[in-house]
């Protein structure tokens, strides 16, 4: 129903209306608000997991260059150690030939 109040129109249970609104605005804020908070804790939790993850990838890092470093060491070590002994054998092998011609020549 509507009436007049000082000369103005005023519908019956516009101030019902509002209010009802008003809280349906509230709680569609809510709402939001209850989601926008899931969101950002989700994505802290992702930001946690991304960190977690670069330090296990620097770490696996810096473990595969370790491991490739000792790796040459080794292999030069080895091929020292044997470029070594060839000498050795070579030398070994000289002085046989070399007592073998001395051998013959008396």
């Known amino acids: ?3 007049t109040n000082n000369g103005k129109l005023i519908v019956q249970g516009q101030q019902e209306l509002e ?7 509230q709680k569609q ?3 939001y608000t209850q989601e926008i908070d899931g969101i950002k804790h989700r994505l ?6 991304c960190i977690l993850l670069e330090e296990s990838l620097s770490k696996q890092f810096n473990q595969f260059v370790i491991i490739n470093v000792c790796s ?5 070590f080895l091929l020292s150690s044997m470029q ?4 050795q054998s ?12 001395q051998i013959r020549t008396i």
């Open 1 to 3: 129903m509507m009436r």
């Open 19 to 25: 209010s009802e609104i008003i809280n349906i605005s």
């Open 29 to 31: 804020d809510q709402k």
């Open 44 to 49: 802290t939790q992702l930001d946690k997991k």
């Open 72 to 76: 040459v060491l080794g292999l030069l």
């Open 84 to 87: 070594t002994n060839n000498q």
């Open 90 to 101: 070579n030398q070994e092998v000289s002085q046989v030939v070399s007592s073998e011609n």
